[in-house]
């Protein structure tokens, strides 16, 4: 079973600031295969990112996936208020899903 | 509009059993495969359980393995988890959703759709 790591725990950024948030799979995810979610409180989480690097429909274009193999990153180019969020990475697989424990991006 | 609405969530004893419901509107229900994702307080995402679009093939969690059982009723657009002998770690707001994979791309779409989620309190 593959298990994604995200770092850090929590980031604490100013708006107007770059964010990069890591995640890290214990072995090497097909790209094709990997999807972030963005989660507020009291609010289901919603689709930012699938195959890696591909925008989900209505996501703006500061937010952008990266990576390959073990090791992609989710950035966020100038942090906007509503961007303060819990941020999740997910892989794909064929008998199941696996979520990463989540980064927490709070206001500095 | 595309929607996903869950119920059932109620407090239960330990060792208790309940079903959670899930009604699928806006999109052809039984083109997708369908999830169960629960969030403990405070906690973080963790899937649960998956089913085909058809109803074939059901997967679950280590955590629930044997306890819970996944299933589907195309004809209502409903998704539904019958959760036994329920444990004090299975609180949690249960949501389900759906998702999408391109076998011929190989591309998957991510959990697209999700709804707000039902509470599962297993308390005495």
């Known amino acids: 079973e593959i298990v994604l790591t995200q770092s850090p725990g929590t980031l604490s950024l100013s708006p107007g600031e770059r964010a990069t948030l890591s995640c890290r799979a214990s072995?090497?995810?097909?790209?094709?295969?990997l999807a972030w979610y963005q989660q507020k409180p009291g609010q289901a989480p919603r689709l930012l990112i699938y195959g890696a690097s591909s925008r989900a429909t209505g996501i703006p274009d500061r937010f952008s996936g990266s990576g390959s193999g073990t090791d992609f990153t989710l950035t966020i180019s100038r942090l906007e208020p509503e961007d303060f969020a819990v941020y999740y990475c997910?892989?794909?697989?064929?008998?199941?899903?696996?979520f990463g424990q989540g980064t927490k991006v709070e206001i500095k | 509009e595309v929607q996903l609405v869950e119920s059932g969530g109620v407090v239960v004893q330990p060792g208790g059993s309940l079903r959670l419901s899930c009604a699928a509107s806006g999109f052809t229900f039984d083109d997708y495969t369908m999830h169960w994702v629960r969030q403990a307080p405070g906690k973080g995402l963790e899937w649960v359980s998956l089913?085909?679009?058809?109803?074939?093939?059901?997967y679950y969690a280590d955590s629930v393995k044997g306890r819970f059982t996944i299933s589907r009723d195309n004809s209502k657009n409903s998704l539904y988890l019958q959760m036994n002998s329920l444990r004090t770690e299975d609180t949690a707001l249960y949501y389900c959703?759906?998702?999408?994979?391109?076998?011929?791309?190989?591309?998957?779409?991510?959990?697209?759709?999700w709804g707000q989620g039902t509470t599962v309190t297993v308390s005495s």
């Open positions: 997910q892989q794909y697989g064929s008998s199941s899903r696996t």
């Open positions: 089913i085909s679009w058809d109803g074939g093939s059901t």
């Open positions: 959703a759906k998702d999408e994979i391109d076998g011929d791309l190989g591309l998957y779409y991510g959990m697209d759709v």
């Open positions: 072995q090497s995810v097909s790209s094709s295969y």
